[in-house]
């Protein structure tokens, strides 16, 4: 019954800048916490950013100082900011949302993802 759909993903040069966005749709009232993977070839799927419904954020060390994620001023909508961007950060970027309970996360709904590639 929940929808998330990713966009802005693309190609932009080291240091540059791109804006992700998750807009989420149907039975919404069911997720507590909105988040961002990552997962790069070869790799685990990583937690890097996460969101409550009030608004406390946290954020994998590999992207502390250089992204933010955020709520939109549209109802359902999440955002990331990534600047600095560095080859490293090359990877399928997925929004996902679900619960925090003591400070866990658990996914309840996956976006389809959107591919960000960090050209040198």
């Known amino acids: 019954q929940v929808q998330l759909v990713e966009s802005g993903g693309g190609l932009v040069q080291a240091g540059g800048s791109l804006r992700l966005s998750c807009a989420a749709s149907?039975?919404?009232?069911?997720?507590?916490?909105m988040a961002w993977y990552r997962q790069a070839p070869m790799k685990q799927r990583e937690l890097i950013a996460t969101i409550s419904s009030g608004g406390r954020t946290n954020y994998a060390d590999s992207v502390k100082g250089r992204f933010a994620i955020s709520r939109g001023n549209a109802k359902n909508t999440v955002y990331l900011q990534m600047d600095s961007l560095k080859p490293e950060d090359t990877a399928v970027y997925y929004c996902?949302?679900?619960?925090?309970?003591?400070?866990?996360?658990?996914?309840?709904?996956w976006g389809q993802g959107t591919q960000v590639t960090v050209s040198s």
């Open positions: 149907g039975s919404v009232f069911s997720i507590n916490t």
């Open positions: 996902a949302g679900g619960d925090t309970r003591g400070g866990d996360f658990t996914v309840n709904y």
